[in-house]
C-alpha cells in the first residue's frame, strides 16, 4: 500500500489533495510528489501497468524543458501530446485510459497525426469514449474524449469501440447541477461486454 500507487502534479493543492483523497481510501503513506512530468527530470520509463491521467491540454510548453524522448515522437510546443508520456511510462502490456482534446482526434496538425499514428499502428487502441463540451466546466468548455489503450509496441489495434456520451449526470453549463440524463452507466455496462 506505500508503493502500488503513484502521482505526480505542478499544483501544490492538487497534491495535497491526491494525498488526502488517497489516505481517505487506506493508502496512509501515498507516493504523490512534485514533480513535472514532461521534464528530464522525470526518469520513468516502462515502469507502470495503469496510468488514469486528466492532463492539462491547455495552453503552450516552454520546449527546452520538456524531455528529449517525448518530443523524438511528437514535436509541439502544445500540451495535447502528453499521450507520448504515458507511453513512455508504461510497461509492455499496461494500459492508460486519459483524458484528450479533441483535437488529438480530428487536428490535422503534423503533432495531431503522429500521436494518432503511434497509438493507433504501434498500439492497441481500445475505445474512444466522446464526452460533451462543457463537462469540465467552468474550468474550460472544450470538447473531450477518454482514450483507452494498450502499450504493445507492436500495434494490435484491430477494432475500436466508439461512444458519443450525451450527458454524465450533471448539467453542462458553469453550474454543473445534478440532472437525471447519465450515460455513464451504459458506458461502464456496454464497455465490459465483448
Given amino acids: 500500500m506505500n508503493h502500488m500507487f503513484h502521482g505526480y502534479d505542478m499544483d501544490r493543492t492538487m497534491l495535497r489533495i491526491g494525498a488526502m483523497n488517497m489516505m481517505t481510501h ?11 512530468s514532461l521534464s528530464d527530470q522525470n526518469a520513468d520509463k516502462d515502469q507502470y501497468s495503469l496510468v488514469l491521467a486528466n492532463p492539462p491540454f491547455k495552453g503552450s510548453l ?4 520538456v524531455s528529449g524522448d517525448l518530443l523524438k515522437v511528437c514535436k509541439t510546443k502544445k500540451r495535447n501530446f502528453i499521450s507520448c508520456l504515458f507511453l513512455r511510462i508504461m510497461k509492455i502490456g499496461g494500459r492508460c485510459a486519459c483524458i484528450v482534446p479533441d483535437g488529438v482526434l480530428f487536428g ?10 503511434e497509438i493507433v499502428e ?32 507492436h ?8 461512444y458519443d456520451m450525451k450527458a454524465d449526470g450533471f448539467s453542462l453549463d458553469d453550474k454543473r447541477t445534478p440532472v437525471t440524463e447519465n450515460d455513464i452507466p451504459d458506458i461502464v455496462e ?5
Fill in 62 to 65: 516552454d520546449a527546452e524543458s
Fill in 26 to 36: 487506506g493508502i496512509e503513506n501515498p507516493y504523490i510528489e512534485y514533480r513535472d
Fill in 122 to 153: 504501434n498500439q492497441r487502441l481500445e475505445a474512444v469514449i466522446s464526452m460533451p463540451s462543457g463537462v469540465f466546466k467552468p474550468y474550460a468548455g472544450v470538447s473531450t474524449a477518454i482514450l483507452i489503450f494498450t502499450k504493445t509496441e
Fill in 155 to 162: 500495434g494490435g489495434t484491430d477494432q475500436v469501440w466508439f
Fill in 190 to 194: 456496454r464497455f465490459k461486454k465483448p
Fill in 108 to 117: 490535422s496538425s503534423r503533432a495531431h497525426k503522429s500521436i494518432r499514428k
